[in-house]
């Protein structure tokens, strides 16, 4: 059901201290995407009537990424806490909007059913507020829920507030809020600065609608975790590793078998299809997409790749924006870069870099070779240590290798240069002319063999050595010149001079 009644307001103005760092806190990285826009999608879902973000610090860049993703932005300058950052949501807030959920721009590890469960908990509850709490082992720190003896939620007391009693509650705040707009905005007004900090907290927005009786109500996560904000690079470390486990689970629950899931690290937006077996120690980043029945080696990084079915990555490749066809193998230790497209049953193999080349079905090169803006035709053969050599120190030029295609090892290959189907081109060759079909390309310094010469050279070399060996001894017994130190005295003698 979509809430057209709701505008939902996040609140990421404030500049994250304790992380120690340049970067505004909502932009650092976990589990593959900023916080925020894990928190922009988790909030997507509930089909809003608007979604506004507050940014402060570092407004520009945070703007810039909220609307990437379809949020609007509101800047709040200086931030004067996050009562403060709702007086200023709410000129942008629409006039039809009759409730606020306000969510904190860290809070990456929300989903949206909460979200949802929470909204719902507030209309049905008719509440003027609604808080969503958690319980957690560990609330130091925290805002603490205060209820009455009836279990309604009395007040929000903020960690150094807290009496000894107050200190053993474990339901925290999550600073994740919905309200009622009307009755919100008259107690915005009059919010004064009166702590420690010289801030608007929204807490006591909270507070006065508890005493002027009007309805608040807490709703508990179901899951502690996902109220979890990010104040230092331990809870980003935290929050990253949730989002990697959650991620981990969800394709073995979908029929991806993981080694050690704990080892690997998969984003958010990656999909891996049946069967397929990923190793320890995989990273699969940014947009990657595997296909069904690959196998995934041990400490092989794939970023925004798109692999087929049947695909076999052997150990600690690293391949980045490209694509691999089904029944091909790469690796193990292969290097594809942007643009290498790797058809089907076509193998590399270790310590190949492949660059922006297409590398036709069943063609192969499996070992020691730079294939950089080339084509490699079908079922040709690259030979150990070939080289493209694309880059004339001023442009690119293109390789193209013709359809079965042999090519000796430790051959160079001086683009733009063609080697027409079916040829053959010599070990050790390097070619800059083209190479004609069914031909054999020769370019090397032809061989000469000089009958006995090694023998010779070992003779003349014994006797030099022995001429020498003679001479040393004849010096070894005459007396050896020892150039002595001058004595103590003699030195100063001359230093006096
Ligand atoms: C807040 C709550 C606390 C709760 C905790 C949960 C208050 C007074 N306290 O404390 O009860 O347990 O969150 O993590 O609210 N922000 C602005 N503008 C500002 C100030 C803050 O946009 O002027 C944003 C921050 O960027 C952040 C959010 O509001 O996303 C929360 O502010 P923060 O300072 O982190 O509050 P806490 O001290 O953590
Ligand atoms: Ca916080």
Not at 61 to 68: K, L, P, R
Not at 278 to 283: C, K, L, S, W, Y
Not at 414 to 428: D, H, L, R, S, T
Request: charged content about 25%; overall charge positive; hydrophobic content about 40%.
């Amino acid at each position: 059901m979509a809430a057209t009644d709701t505008s939902i307001i996040i609140l990421a103005a404030g500049k994250g201290t304790r992380m120690r760092s340049d970067l505004a806190k909502v932009l650092h990285l976990a589990g593959g995407c900023t916080l925020i826009e894990h928190v922009i999608r988790a909030c997507r879902p509930l089909k809003p009537a608007q979604l506004l973000v507050v940014v402060g610090h570092q407004s520009d860049e945070v703007s810039a990424v909220v609307e990437a993703l379809g949020a609007e932005s509101v800047r709040q300058q200086p931030q004067r806490g996050t009562g403060h950052a709702m007086q200023i949501a709410r000129r942008a807030i629409r006039k039809s909007a009759k409730l606020a959920l306000v969510v904190a721009g860290d809070a990456a590890l929300l989903r949206p059913e909460t979200l949802e469960a929470m909204l719902d908990t507030h209309r049905r509850g008719e509440a003027a507020a609604t808080i969503l709490s958690a319980e957690i082992a560990d609330p130091s720190g925290y805002g603490r829920i205060v209820r009455d003896s009836e279990g309604r939620v009395q007040a929000i007391v903020e960690d150094k507030s807290l009496t000894t009693e107050q200190r053993s509650i474990r339901e925290v705040n999550s600073a994740i809020y919905c309200f009622t707009l009307e009755k919100l905005w008259p107690r915005l007004s009059a919010l004064r600065p009166d702590n420690a900090h010289r801030e608007l907290y929204l807490t006591d927005a909270i507070a006065m609608l508890r005493q002027s009786n009007e309805r608040v109500l807490a709703y508990v996560a179901p899951d502690a975790n996902e109220v979890l904000g990010c104040n230092t690079r331990a809870h980003l470390a935290d929050i990253d590793r949730i989002f990697r486990a959650r991620k981990s689970a969800a394709l073995m629950d979908s029929g991806v078998t993981i080694y050690l899931p704990e080892t690997v690290l998969i984003d958010r937006d990656v999909t891996v299809g049946q069967d397929t077996i990923i190793e320890p120690g995989v990273q699969l980043l940014g947009r990657t997409r595997v296909g069904a029945q690959c196998r995934i080696g041990t400490g092989s990084i794939l970023h925004d790749m798109r692999v087929d079915d049947h695909v076999a990555i052997f150990p600690h490749s690293n391949l980045a924006s490209s694509h691999v066809a089904p029944h091909a193998q790469v690796g193990p230790f292969s290097r594809l870069r942007p643009g290498a497209e790797i058809r089907s049953g076509a193998h590399v193999g270790n310590f190949v870099e492949v660059k922006k080349s297409v590398i036709h079905e069943g063609a192969k090169a499996m070992h020691l070779s730079y294939l950089g803006d080339a084509s490699v035709g079908r079922g040709a053969n690259i030979g150990a240590g070939t080289i493209t050599c694309n880059y004339d120190g001023v442009e690119k030029h293109e390789t193209k290798i013709g359809d079965g295609v042999f090519i000796g090892s430790d051959t160079a290959l001086v683009a733009p240069v063609k080697i027409g189907n079916g040829a053959y081109v010599a070990a050790g060759s390097i070619i800059t002319e083209n190479v004609p079909p069914d031909a054999l390309g020769v370019a090397r310094g032809r061989q000469v063999n000089k009958p006995g010469w090694a023998r010779a050279r070992r003779r003349m070399l014994a006797a030099t050595n022995h001429n020498l060996k003679r001479s040393s001894k004849r010096k070894s017994r005459s007396k050896p010149k020892v150039r002595r130190r001058p004595s103590k005295s003699a030195r100063r003698a001359r230093r006096a001079r």
